[in-house]
């Protein structure tokens, strides 16, 4: 048997990747420059994603989630969350941020 990494294990990073994907074409499609504006984006990200991974921190100490080992990459950071967690709540909110101002931009160009 083989020691490395199955392909079950990168399931959590396909989904992010498929995230990223699926919201990062916005930026150049509808010219949002959310990206070209990394500061304001990491002000907005940052404080919240403090926050749950705290809370995350919490319900994986309070036993009251927790991680399928065979989806993950088996790589963990401070107080027993994944790589993928981390990731998770750094994407996620700037796949949000993304499709909010890809919205915005849309229907401010469909009034005109």
């Not at 509808?30 to 990206?35: C, Q």
């Not at 994986?60 to 027993?80: A, E, R, S």
């Not at 981390?86 to 005109?112: Q, R, W």
């Amino acid at each position: 048997m083989s020691q490395g990494l199955a392909l079950e294990n990168w399931s959590y990073v396909a989904m992010l990747l498929f995230v990223v994907l699926g919201s990062w074409w916005l930026e150049f499609a509808f010219n949002i420059r959310v990206l070209r504006r990394p500061r304001l984006a990491l002000t907005a990200i940052f404080p919240v994603s403090i926050f749950f991974l705290i809370w995350d921190a919490f319900a994986i100490n309070q036993k009251h989630w927790n991680f399928d080992n065979n989806q993950m990459l088996g790589i963990y950071g401070p107080f027993n969350i994944p790589l993928e967690e981390y990731l998770f709540f750094f994407i996620i909110p700037l796949a949000a941020l993304l499709t909010l101002e890809g919205v915005k931009s849309l229907m401010h160009k469909v009034k005109k």
